[in-house]
């Protein structure tokens, strides 16, 4: 009876192999490690931001200046902001992977999503108050239906749209807990407003005179250290 019942602990052993050879869990392959649930958290915040962003820039852009006048220029899509946007998600990535600890301030994080909303909520109040005025593009050429608007958010900053924006991409980045982007897209896009407010404003002065410049006077521009 002895012999009998000793050659099954030697299946049961012979098919252990087996049994975990079988089993995913068992191979020898690299794993490639799951992203922290505050990352993905962020991930998925990041994708609805832009998602509503450029949505309702389109709707807003409909609206106002019709279907055939909305182009990708219109959404605020060019091949740098694609670049800046593909450069933020890979250091996310990369940053989640290898330095998961940096996306763990939770508290950070909260106030970048705030600003994200703040921002936002800036620059849709300032294109619904501006209606037909407020475009994408810079306009060279005085149009009858061309009128400056002092007045609701324009009381308080003469770009709020430049604001709002500037807010909101910091704050997506923030929100990310990205800290090389955070930094690289608050130089570049403040370097990019310093630029284009004075371009601007020189054909607001050759359409609107002391109009303007009166306006100029006593409202801020709205983002630091432009006035």
């Known amino acids: 009876m002895?012999?009998?019942?000793?050659?099954?602990?030697?299946?049961?052993?012979?098919?252990?192999?087996?049994?975990?050879a079988l089993s995913p869990s068992a191979s020898s392959g690299p794993q490639i490690p799951a992203l922290p649930m505050a990352a993905r958290t962020q991930a998925w915040q990041f994708a609805a931001a832009l998602v509503f962003f450029h949505g309702s820039e389109y709707v807003l852009a409909a609206a106002f200046h019709g279907h055939s006048n909305v182009t990708a220029t219109s959404?605020?899509?060019?091949?740098?902001?694609?670049?800046?946007?593909?450069?933020?998600?890979?250091?996310?990535?990369?940053?989640?992977?290898?330095?998961?600890?940096?996306?763990?301030?939770l508290f950070v994080s909260?106030?970048?999503?705030?600003?994200?909303?703040?921002?936002?909520?800036?620059?849709?109040?300032?294109?619904?108050?501006?209606?037909?005025a407020f475009t994408h593009v810079i306009r060279i050429q005085y149009e009858d239906q061309h009128q400056l608007v002092t007045h609701g958010?324009?009381?308080?900053m003469r770009h709020p749209g430049y604001s709002g924006f500037l807010l909101w991409a910091v704050g997506t980045q923030v929100m990310l807990c990205n800290p090389v982007s955070t930094v690289v897209f608050a130089l570049v896009l403040w370097r990019f407003f310093a630029r284009r407010i004075p371009y601007e404003e020189f054909f607001l002065r050759q359409f609107f005179g002391s109009q303007y410049e009166e306006y100029a006077r006593k409202v801020h521009s709205g983002l630091p250290f432009i006035n």
Not at 110 to 132: D, F, P, Q, S, W
Not at 153 to 156: K, L, M, S, T, V
Request: aromatic residues 10%; without cysteine; proline residues 5%.
């Open 153 to 156: 958010i324009y009381r308080f």
């Open 110 to 132: 909260n106030i970048g999503l705030l600003m994200v909303l703040v921002g936002e909520i800036i620059r849709k109040i300032a294109v619904v108050t501006a209606g037909r």
């Open 2 to 20: 002895r012999h009998l019942l000793l050659p099954a602990p030697r299946q049961r052993q012979a098919a252990l192999p087996a049994a975990q």
């Open 75 to 105: 959404l605020l899509i060019s091949k740098q902001y694609v670049l800046a946007m593909s450069f933020a998600m890979v250091e996310h990535l990369t940053e989640s992977l290898f330095f998961p600890e940096i996306k763990g301030y």
